[in-house]
């Protein structure tokens, strides 16, 4: 393994680990979600930028969609955890794949696959057992929101499909910026706690900002598959730091559900990899042949 690849998988796992403090550190500031969203996009926004340092900003309807998609992303993340389990909330946003796969046959015209198929029914009883073990009225909002979170996630990427000239980083950080203007009117009149804002600073600046460019400096050197099932660390962790520092637990209905859902996707993402790289040979042998 040659030193540039060894980089970026710990590059990934800490980008990884950054996002997946994010549950935790929401449950424990006492705000309002829409005033935690909108803090933390405040600072990820400058972080990013700082970054970017020169960002192209062509606001086509690709790049506008894909960034107001990321922006209901990162608010609704920020609404469930307040509302449902850690653990709800990553992975029930982690059901994206299957969203996209979904979206893909109306918005891009493309066919939908016999394992996209059968991970779409998984994934649905795995959703089911997660809405059967929570019973009370906000863990059943806060499912709903997380599923809503991931609808959006899938939004963003059909949409980064679209882009030519637009890069990823450049539509994250209009969604941030969105985020930033929306969340500025539940700012107004708050007091804050010096521990509210060092949690909206950290978040904000670590578990989103650096985080991600830890994301993009790792991916220039690893296959997309490789940075997917690595990201996976952060639904496997976000519930942990959770149970661990803040003693929330799932019901074991719930786990059951989580382990479907997680397990379809990343069994969904290993498949589709090996079905597009069969497909690839085919395509270069039929043009060797011909």
Known sequence: MNKDRLRSIIYIVIAATLLSTGGIIIKFIDLPAM????GRAIFSTVVVWLYVKKPKFTFSKAQISGALCYSAMIIGFVIANK??????AIILQFTAPIWVAILSVWVLKERIRWYDTAAIFSVAIGMVLF?????????WTGNMVAIGSGIALAGVTISLRFQKDEKPVETTLLGHMITAVIGIPFLIGLSFTTGDLIGLFVLGTFQVGIAYIFYSLAVKHLTALEAILIMFLEPILNPIWVFL???ERPGPISLVGGAIVLGTVI???LLANRMNQIEANKYVN?????
């Open 35 to 38: 005033t935690i969203a909108g």
């Open 83 to 88: 509302l449902t389990t850690a653990a709800n």
């Open 131 to 139: 809405f059967m073990d929570d019973v009370s009225g906000g863990n």
């Open 245 to 247: 520092i803040a003693g």
């Open 267 to 269: 069994a969904r993402s």
């Open 286 to 290: 039929h043009q060797i042949e011909g």
